[in-house]
């Protein structure tokens, strides 16, 4: 099994480009996650999908959507990139519906220039 | 309110014991958790404790609950220098999906 895998690990993008972040798993998780980290900061939550079909805000979710694609994939969608998005993604997944232990992916690092 | 804090920084010595602290604010949290993450990398899941325990133990690794308190900690024995990394703990409501973290513990163990 790979676990979570996201995709691209490193991005570099103009102010009010677009791009998408990619997430799978392949662990048959109900739910999923986008994080985002900042120094000196714990994770952030910024929109979470309790199971396909189905998508929620998170903590922090201006500037950002999501799509549940199918049971396996989550993606995170700047529509118009800003320097304050400038952080490391997180993607996770975790089994049942209310989480039990979330498993992450390794990261998107995303600057935003 | 929802508040999860550490403290920022602990050096030890290899060998040395090293505990991790973490203060949280919600008396209904049923799961604790600890994560490490090393260098340009995700979160690995360390372990976790249920609410309605006191201790959990898993080989080198104790984890201590106070929920008088609302004080978790982390004990690793004989620190080894590939424990540096960063340590997070978080907590979950039974009744909500969203992990609270911390904003991290940077241990670094010295040769």
């Known amino acids: 099994n790979a676990g979570v895998t996201q995709t691209p690990k490193f991005q570099v993008l103009k102010t009010g480009q677009s791009m998408t972040l990619q997430c799978a798993q392949d662990?048959?998780?109900?739910?999923m996650y986008w994080y985002r980290q900042d120094p000196g900061m714990g994770l952030r939550l910024i929109y979470y999908?309790?199971?396909?079909?189905?998508?929620d805000k998170g903590e922090v979710p201006n500037g950002y959507n999501v799509s549940r694609l199918n049971k396996r994939e989550f993606s995170l969608r700047l529509e118009s990139a800003a320097p304050s998005q400038t952080s490391v993604y997180f993607c996770?997944?975790?089994?049942?519906?209310?989480?039990?232990?979330?498993?992450f992916g390794p990261g998107t690092r995303l600057t935003v220039l | 309110g929802e508040d999860v804090e550490q403290s920022l920084f602990l050096s030890v010595r290899e060998g040395d014991s090293s505990v991790i602290n973490c203060t949280y604010t919600?008396?209904?949290?049923?799961?604790l958790y600890w994560y490490k993450q090393e260098p340009g990398a995700g979160l690995q899941l360390l372990t976790y404790i249920f609410s309605n325990m006191d201790m959990k133990q898993d080989q080198r690794l104790t984890v201590l609950l106070n929920k008088k308190d609302k004080h978790l900690s982390l004990r690793i024995a004989d620190t080894q220098t590939g424990d540096s990394a960063i340590y997070f703990c978080a907590e979950r409501m039974d009744s909500s999906y969203k992990l609270i973290f911390g904003s991290g513990t940077r241990l670094l163990v010295r040769p």
């Open positions: 662990m048959n998780h109900n739910s």
């Open positions: 919600d008396s209904s949290s049923t799961y």
């Open positions: 999908s309790a199971s396909e079909g189905t998508t």
């Open positions: 996770a997944s975790s089994e049942r519906r209310g989480g039990d232990t979330q498993y």
